[in-house]
C-alpha cells in the first residue's frame, strides 16, 4: 500500500485538509503502508517555500512523519512537481504523437465567450472543441509563428467512466458532461488533472484519499491513466469539513489553520485525536485514544459520507483530556510564551520556567487551552484588594456572616508565620477556624477572597504554596513580582478595616 498527501504550497494547512493528510497516515500505519509527502507547487503566482515549510512544519508538529518527500527523499522523486517539469513535457508529447492530446490555440476572450453561450443555452461551460480537429499542418504552421497554446486531452465521447470509490462506492460520469481539460498551460506548466496522474502513477500510488472537491476530477483522471496506460489507483473521496452553520469551514467560523490552533495552545495529539473523528469512529464507544491506536482501528470502509462538522467544543473537550495527562513540563514550555505575553514572566530563565510548571498544574485541568492557563493563573500576580471587592460574587462572600472577622484572624495569624506550604497553610487555617468559630465554606470563602482576589479557583491547598513559593523568586528571576500570603492578608484586612 502507497498512500500519499500532495499539498499546493499556496497558504497554511487547512484542518480539512490536515484531515486528509491524517487519513492517508493512519491508513499507512495501520496497513504497513508507505506515507509519501508530494509538493504540488506548480501554480507559480501562488506558491511559496514559506508556504511548503510552514506546511511540512505543521505536519511534523502533528506527527505526521512521511517516508517519503521533498526533505527525506525516496526512489520516486523528486517530489516537488516544480523539479518534474521534463516528465511532464515527455508524457505531453506522447499523449499528442498517440491522438490522445492536441494543440488548442483559443485566446482567452474566445474561450470566456464560449464558456457565456454555453451558460446562457444552459448546457455545461466546457471547452466547444474549437481547436480538436485542427488539420496537423495548421497546427504547425501556429507552432512555428510561436502562437501560444495549450495541451488539451481529446476525451472519448459517447461512453461512461466508471470507478470504484471506498467511501462513496460505484460512481459514473457520461462524457458528453466532461470538457477536454487542460493537461499542459501555455506556459508550460502542467495543470492539475495531468500532473497528479503522473506522478501517482510513477510514484507507484495505490489509495488516493482526497476531499470530495476532487470527485468531478477523478473521470477526467481515469480517462488519463487509460491514454497512458497506467493502472488507475484505488479512490476514496472524503465529505468535506463544515462549520456549525454547515458552510463549508472558513475563517468566518474562527480558527481555520493547523498552526492557528497550535498558536492557541491545543496540543498535537488532541487535534490528531478529534479530526480522527471527523467522519469516522474508532469503533468500541472509544473516542480518545493515542494515535498509534487509531491507525491499527481504521479502515476507509468506515469512513461516513456525510459531511462532518467541525465542533470547537467537542474539540476542547478532547484537548482537555490531553492537558490533564500531559508532563507539566511540557506544558510550561508551551504556556512560557503566553505568560510572557500576559506579562507575568518578563525574562526566560530557568527559575522562571520552574515556577510555570510548578503552577501550570493549578489550571490546566479547568482550561480548554494553553493559551488560556495565565488569565486562570492571574491571582497569583496580580492582587488587589479594592479591586476584587467589586466584583460581585466577592461582593456576596464579605456580606456573609462572620466573613471579615475570618479575614481579620488570618491576618493576625499570618503576620509573624514564615512562607506558606501545604501543612503550615492547614495548620495556620485551623488556628484561624479556633479562633472565629467558623468552618466549612464560611471558613475558606472569606481566606480564598484574602489571599486571592477570587471568589474561585484553584484548591487553597495548591494555590496558597504557589503565591508564597513566587513570593521568594528573587527579581533576577525573571518573575512579575508576587506578593505573599502574609501581605496579601493584611492589605485586605487593612481595607476591609477603611471600607466598613
Avoid at 311 to 318: H, I, M, S, T, Y
Wanted: hydrophobic letters at 40%; proline letters at 7%.
Amino acid at each position: 500500500m502507497r498512500v500519499r498527501f500532495a499539498p499546493s504550497p499556496t497558504g497554511l494547512l487547512h484542518v480539512g485538509n490536515a484531515r486528509t493528510a491524517l487519513f492517508n497516515w493512519l491508513l499507512a500505519r495501520g496497513g504497513g503502508g508507505t506515507f509519501v509527502l508530494r509538493i504540488e507547487d506548480t501554480d507559480v503566482e501562488r506558491s511559496s517555500r514559506e508556504s511548503e515549510q510552514g506546511i511540512l512544519e505543521d505536519l511534523r508538529w502533528l506527527g505526521l512523519d512521511w517516508d517519503e518527500g521533498p526533505d527525506t527523499g525516496g526512489p520516486h522523486g523528486p517530489y516537488r512537481q516544480s523539479e518534474r517539469l521534463a516528465l511532464y513535457r515527455s508524457y505531453a508529447s506522447e499523449l499528442i504523437e498517440q491522438g490522445h492530446a492536441y494543440y488548442c490555440f483559443c485566446p482567452a476572450e474566445q474561450l470566456e465567450a464560449d464558456r457565456r453561450a454555453a451558460l446562457e443555452a444552459g448546457r455545461p461551460p466546457q471547452y466547444s472543441g474549437r481547436c480538436r480537429d485542427l488539420p496537423p499542418s495548421a497546427v504547425a504552421d501556429r507552432l512555428a509563428l510561436g502562437h501560444p497554446a495549450v495541451v488539451r486531452f481529446r476525451v472519448p465521447q459517447g461512453r461512461a467512466v466508471t470507478f470504484q470509490d471506498l467511501v462513496r462506492g460505484t460512481v459514473q460520469f457520461e462524457t458528453e458532461v466532461i470538457g477536454d481539460p487542460v493537461l499542459v498551460r501555455s506556459d508550460g506548466h502542467p495543470a492539475y488533472n495531468f500532473a497528479v496522474v503522473v506522478d501517482d502513477a510513477l510514484m507507484e500510488i495505490t489509495h488516493v484519499v482526497r476531499g470530495e472537491d476532487h470527485i468531478s476530477n477523478t473521470p477526467r483522471q481515469v480517462l488519463i491513466y487509460e491514454a497512458l496506460r497506467f493502472t488507475p489507483p484505488i479512490f476514496a473521496h472524503l465529505a468535506l469539513v463544515l462549520g456549525p452553520d454547515h458552510t463549508p469551514l472558513s475563517k468566518r467560523h474562527g480558527a481555520t489553520s493547523v498552526s492557528e490552533f497550535r498558536n492557541r495552545g491545543y496540543l498535537p495529539e488532541a487535534l490528531v485525536n478529534y479530526l480522527a473523528l471527523l467522519g469516522w469512529s474508532p469503533g468500541g464507544g472509544d473516542e480518545v485514544l493515542p494515535a498509534q491506536e487509531l491507525a491499527r482501528r481504521f479502515a476507509l470502509e468506515d469512513v461516513g459520507h456525510s459531511a462532518a462538522v467541525f465542533d470547537v467544543e467537542k474539540l476542547a473537550w478532547v484537548n482537555r483530556h490531553y492537558l490533564r495527562a500531559a508532563d507539566p513540563g511540557r506544558l510550561a514550555d508551551l504556556a512560557l510564551p503566553h505568560f510572557v505575553s500576559a506579562g507575568f514572566v518578563q525574562r526566560d530563565s530557568a527559575e522562571a520556567r520552574a515556577y510555570v510548571a510548578s503552577v501550570v498544574p493549578l489550571a490546566s485541568g479547568s482550561v480548554d487551552r494553553i493559551e488560556q492557563v495565565p488569565s486562570r493563573l492571574a491571582f497569583l500576580f496580580a492582587f488587589e484588594p479594592a479591586l476584587a471587592a467589586r466584583r460581585a460574587d466577592v461582593q456576596e462572600v464579605l456580606n456573609e456572616i462572620g466573613a471579615r472577622d475570618v479575614i481579620a484572624a488570618l491576618a493576625r495569624e499570618l503576620a509573624a508565620s514564615p512562607r506558606l506550604d501545604r501543612d503550615l497553610f492547614r495548620a495556620a487555617a485551623g488556628r484561624v477556624k479556633d479562633a472565629t468559630g467558623r468552618k466549612g465554606k464560611h471558613l475558606f470563602h472569606p481566606i480564598r477572597v484574602a489571599l486571592t482576589g477570587e471568589a474561585g479557583g484553584p484548591e487553597l491547598d495548591l494555590a496558597v504554596p504557589a503565591i508564597d513559593a513566587g513570593a521568594e523568586l528573587p527579581p533576577a528571576s525573571g518573575v512579575a513580582p508576587i506578593s505573599g500570603c502574609r501581605e496579601r492578608a493584611a492589605r485586605f484586612a487593612e481595607w476591609l478595616d477603611t471600607n466598613q
